[in-house]
């Protein structure tokens, strides 16, 4: 059975990545990339799905870890009744996809166990195993090869590989696993220590850019290194979470395959960035951003592969159980073929907020927005699927108008003061002036005077606080506040927010509740700053932090009943949230902080 999904840490090199539990077992790892099929899939089913567990054979009496200050490096302390020792764990920041694990003795001596179930294709392969050197072998199925190599004795027991040896005081026991080609010759190995020291100096060099956010550095640097692992270094695309179909309810349906790039995410992921002077990475994800969406307007698509592939079919696997029995897992997302008005609002957006954030100009970006003007103006009238990716019926969702907005609103902003770009100014600005009188009409409940999840609906919905966060109206107009009011009223749960409340809207296409989605309660954070209710905001901000694991990482969703996190992991929808509030407060809390001296 896996750990609880919080009992796991993020190891990464900026093209895939790993999860590792508590107990020193590597549950989770898809090689090359982070949408490859997984080779370590014991986090969706069992220990025969494949695992690589280093860890003591003795009783352990207690453990401890923590990343090295400002890396992505994990140190696993084992404390026994004969000696300690400490796990180092990392993936190197070379051409190469590989894992580099080292036992180190601290004191005493401690018998260790290095149990390796290799299972390619997501569990279901079991390779062909072969010994080249005493300490080396290699693992093929088909057209992957992993190449493991140990400073210890290796041996095979039921389709596994195994190594026990006792480690002492100074002793360091190295073990190394590679990705590669199986049709190209067995790549040389590289020197472990050496790999570590220059992963090392990578995150550090990373860090150090990171200005100062007051009382929340540390919180906001954790976040930063975690999206940089989550970053596809080579085209600049940063994936959502790392995992599929961890669920957003223990044995519900809601399991998803977020190990693709989001439009969604531009706009809080380019402020994230260049906020904090971080415009290199910034300038990466707008280029793989406009490369992305190029083409054809109608064939935008809310969510694109790594490199910007369009086809992410969506099918399930049936021989795997599912994280605590969840299932379907499923692979690909059926969403990335439906119509959400917002992401063209958010497109737009995040192209004004680089523009003005001093971001370099792309040519591209220019003539993409040429074309999506008379689009959007054609379809913002449409119903959708929303933000949230309702499967059911299209609806009027009011989050898509107000994008849609959005989308009008920064065009206008933007037109140059040549007389066609102020013609298209004001055209922009008609447009816009037309969406929000419509919205202002039919999204908003008569008789509560807030607005309300989609025309005619009752429903509340958390995409409601961006009417405020993105200027559709001052924060302190009385039907925002109305908002707010039953957004607290109505989504609240033990201090944090749903999505939109599943109990009651059985038009979403799914069965099921669902825990509290984290980045909606950072923007019900964000509102208080608006609003001037601080000491609210920093209330909120300090249980959402306190929510962090050990290591600093938040997943997607809170089951405040249970007390556990739920959905996929990290997330960096979580994390954009832990940054972009920080600045929020750090901004209104820093001239108070003058003031006051």
């Not at 989609?454 to 302190?476: C, E, K, N, V």
């Not at 249980?543 to 997943?555: H, Q, T």
Request: glycine content about 8%.
């Amino acid at each position: 059975m896996p750990a609880l999904i919080e009992d796991y840490a993020l190891l990464g090199n900026c093209k895939t990545a790993a999860l590792v539990a508590r107990d020193g077992s590597l549950d989770w790892l898809c090689f090359p990339r982070f949408d490859s099929a997984a080779c370590f899939a014991a986090l969706l089913g069992s220990q025969d799905n494949g695992r690589w567990l280093i860890a003591p054979r003795e009783a352990i009496v207690s453990q401890s870890r923590q990343y090295r200050d400002d890396t992505l490096i994990l140190e696993t302390t084992f404390h026994t009744a004969n000696g300690s020792a400490r796990l180092i764990d990392c993936m190197p920041m070379g051409e190469e996809s590989s894992v580099l694990r080292i036992v180190e003795g601290l004191s005493g001596e401690v018998l260790f166990e290095m149990d390796l179930a290799i299972r390619f294709d997501y569990g279901s392969s079991v390779p062909w195993v072969e010994k080249k050197v005493p300490r080396t072998l290699t693992a093929v199925a088909g057209p992957e090869m992993l190449v493991l190599r140990s400073s210890s004795t290796l041996h095979a027991v039921a389709q596994s590989t195994v190594s026990h040896f006792t480690v002492r005081a100074s002793e360091r026991h190295v073990f190394t696993l590679a990705h590669q080609p199986s049709h190209l010759p067995v790549r040389d190995g590289f020197d472990g220590e050496q790999a570590l020291s220059e992963t090392e100096r990578f995150w550090r060099d990373f860090a150090s850019r990171c200005p100062d956010v007051g009382p929340w550095s540390d919180l906001v640097k954790r976040s930063l290194i975690t999206l940089k692992a989550m970053t596809y270094r080579p085209t600049g695309g940063i994936v959502a979470a790392v995992t599929t179909s961890l669920p957003e309810r223990i044995g519900g349906e809601r399991n998803w395959d977020y190990r693709y790039c989001w439009l969604r995410d531009a706009t809080m992921t380019l402020l994230a960035f260049m906020n904090l002077g971080y415009y290199e990475e910034a300038s990466a994800w707008r280029d793989w951003l406009l490369r992305s969406v190029a083409g054809n307007p109608e064939q935008i698509q809310i969510m694109y592969g790594l490199a910007g592939e369009r086809r992410l079919p969506e099918y399930e696997l049936p021989w795997l159980s599912g994280y605590e029995g969840s299932s379907p897992v499923r692979i690909g997302n059926l969403a990335a073929g439906q119509l959400q008005i917002d992401v063209y609002g958010e497109v737009v957006d995040a192209m004004t907020q680089a523009s003005k954030g001093g971001m370099p100009h792309h040519e591209r970006g220019a003539a993409i927005s040429a074309l999506l003007k008379p689009y959007l103006e054609k379809v913002w009238h449409e119903p959708d699927a929303g933000l949230w990716e309702i499967r059911g019926e299209p609806q009027h969702f009011t989050h898509s108008k107000v994008m849609a907005w959005v989308a009008f609103d920064r065009w206008a902003q933007v037109a140059d003061d040549s007389e066609e770009g102020q013609r298209t100014g004001e055209h922009c600005r008609a447009v816009a002036d037309q969406i929000h009188r419509q919205v202002c009409e039919h999204a908003v409940d008569p008789e509560l005077g807030c607005f309300v999840q989609s025309y005619g609906s009752t429903h509340m919905d958390a995409s409601l606080l961006q009417i405020a966060l993105t200027g559709f109206l001052p924060a302190d107009d009385a039907r925002v506040l109305a908002t707010v009011a039953q957004i607290e009223q109505r989504l609240l749960r033990d201090g944090l927010l749903l999505r939109y409340d599943t109990s009651e809207s059985a038009d979403d296409g799914l069965s099921g509740e669902e825990g509290t989605f984290l980045v909606c309660s950072f923007w019900l954070a964000d509102v208080y700053v608006l609003l001037g209710r601080m000491d609210d905001a920093k209330v909120l901000f300090e249980r959402l932090s306190g929510l962090c694991n050990d290591v600093g990482l938040l997943a997607e969703q809170y089951d405040p009943h249970s007390q556990r996190m739920l959905g996929n992991f990290p997330q960096a929808f979580s994390h954009l949230g832990i940054i972009n509030t920080a600045l929020n407060l750090h901004r209104a809390w820093a001239p108070a902080q003058d003031r006051a001296d």
